[in-house]
């Protein structure tokens, strides 16, 4: 019995120092390489890096790469465990000037926050979605019978109105009659595409979901407002592709669903982010979005909108975080010190993989 006792014990003790060394070589596995931080500096600074160390930071590794571009020297400061920009210093003759850094993750309210009281997709929504702190609200938007965009996420007006019909049926006139269901006081309307925009102008930056329409009459309606690049788009990698074409310096954010999608993507769309559905957001899949030169927009929504799962998704990298409920979100990041750490600074392309400074082949 002793004997049996002791083998147990080894077997256990062996079993344990097996479990250990797979962990830590799965987490080594996990972090970012120097090659892979070299890359992060090529892409978003278009320059050629001279050297890079490793510093720790808060138990994690920060790589401190420096590098030019032309006479011009830089240093780049970038997480060692999921490959995010942090910050870019340009030198001078004297010092060095901080030209970006990171301004901490980005709260989505989806469909203007479609759980904080106010009508989805409407102008109060929008309001509300500004008073809690959200950086970006995002809209759906679908275009009428003759021509005219409008807020409606479904194909038709029964849900959120009192009417029903398609809206591809209807007319502006007829949308514009509409009163939208809600619980509190007074008359709602169907907003149009451009008194949302103007609602935001200057004071938050809008997430385009474009349901169904001509593609070309909504980038005339923002570029008229000229608020191209406050815009983000959503959309299949077609549909990317095409606003790709037609407008450049939009940002688009195609989506993926499993991580090795990301350099594919990465390679034939260029975007600014990298959209991800609850399912397909993994460490892997957020590590390749920022080494390829993307920011990670992870949606946390339905049954994935809780606290459990904005954290997961916080520790994993995420960008920007969308959520029904973003005051909540606002309330997290506010406690883990990771809400608005810098002012909206656009020293850096909007899209690294699109930028002119990017001149060497894509590899």
């Known amino acids: 019995m002793l004997h049996m006792n002791m083998a147990v014990n080894r077997f256990s003790s062996v079993g344990m120092i097996f479990c250990f060394g797979l962990y830590l070589v799965t987490t080594l596995q996990a972090q970012v390489s120097q090659l892979e931080a070299v890359h992060v500096f090529e892409i978003q600074i278009g320059g050629v890096v001279d050297s890079i160390r490793?510093?720790?930071?808060?138990?994690?590794?920060?790589?401190?790469?420096?590098?030019?571009?032309?006479?011009?020297?830089?240093?780049?400061?970038?997480?060692?465990?999921?490959?995010?920009?942090?910050?870019?210093?340009?030198?001078?003759?004297?010092?060095?000037?901080?030209?970006?850094?990171?301004?901490?993750?980005?709260?989505?309210?989806?469909?203007?926050?479609?759980?904080?009281?106010?009508?989805?997709?409407?102008?109060?929504?929008?309001?509300?979605?500004?008073?809690?702190?959200?950086?970006?609200?995002?809209?759906?938007?679908?275009?009428?019978?003759?021509?005219?965009?409008?807020?409606?996420?479904?194909?038709?007006?029964?849900?959120?109105?009192?009417?029903?019909?398609?809206?591809?049926?209807?007319?502006?006139?007829?949308?514009?009659?509409?009163?939208?269901?809600?619980?509190?006081?007074?008359?709602?309307?169907?907003?149009?595409?451009?008194?949302?925009?103007?609602?935001?102008?200057?004071?938050?930056?809008?997430?385009?979901?474009?349901?169904?329409?001509?593609?070309?009459?909504?980038?005339?309606?923002?570029?008229?407002?000229d608020m191209i690049s406050d815009c983000?788009?959503?959309?299949?990698?077609?549909?990317?592709?095409?606003?790709?074409?037609?407008?450049?310096?939009?940002?688009?954010?195609?989506?993926?669903?499993?991580?090795?999608?990301?350099?594919?993507?990465?390679?034939?769309?260029?975007?600014?982010?990298?959209n991800m559905d609850w399912h397909a957001v993994t460490e892997e899949a957020i590590r390749l979005t920022h080494t390829h030169g993307c920011g990670a927009f992870v949606n946390c929504l339905e049954r994935a909108d809780t606290a459990l799962y904005m954290e997961l998704a916080v520790e994993a990298g995420a960008d920007y975080i969308q959520s029904d409920r973003p005051d909540l979100v606002v309330e997290y990041l506010k406690e883990r010190n990771l809400y608005r750490l810098s002012e909206k600074n656009r020293s850096l392309p909007a899209t690294p993989l699109q930028s002119r400074q990017l001149t060497y082949p894509f590899r």
């Not at 490959?83 to 004297?94: C, K, Q, Y």
């Not at 549909?239 to 090795?260: A, G, K, N, V, W």
């Open 54 to 225: 490793t510093e720790p930071s808060g138990g994690d590794s920060i790589y401190v790469i420096q590098g030019h571009r032309g006479e011009q020297r830089y240093i780049a400061r970038v997480h060692g465990r999921h490959g995010r920009l942090l910050s870019v210093d340009e030198w001078g003759e004297v010092a060095a000037q901080r030209i970006y850094e990171w301004p901490g993750i980005q709260v989505v309210a989806h469909r203007g926050g479609a759980l904080l009281g106010p009508p989805e997709n409407t102008l109060p929504a929008i309001e509300k979605a500004i008073e809690i702190g959200a950086d970006l609200i995002e809209i759906d938007i679908r275009q009428t019978r003759d021509g005219h965009l409008v807020l409606m996420h479904d194909e038709t007006v029964q849900r959120t109105t009192n009417g029903s019909g398609r809206v591809a049926d209807l007319t502006l006139e007829q949308i514009l009659a509409l009163e939208i269901k809600h619980d509190g006081k007074g008359i709602v309307r169907v907003p149009t595409l451009r008194d949302a925009l103007q609602t935001m102008k200057g004071r938050i930056d809008p997430d385009l979901d474009y349901k169904e329409g001509d593609i070309e009459g909504l980038l005339n309606v923002v570029r008229e407002l």
């Open 232 to 274: 983000t788009m959503h959309g299949s990698w077609g549909r990317c592709q095409t606003i790709s074409d037609l407008e450049p310096r939009m940002r688009i954010r195609p989506t993926i669903d499993y991580p090795l999608q990301v350099p594919e993507l990465a390679r034939t769309l260029r975007p600014a982010l990298i």
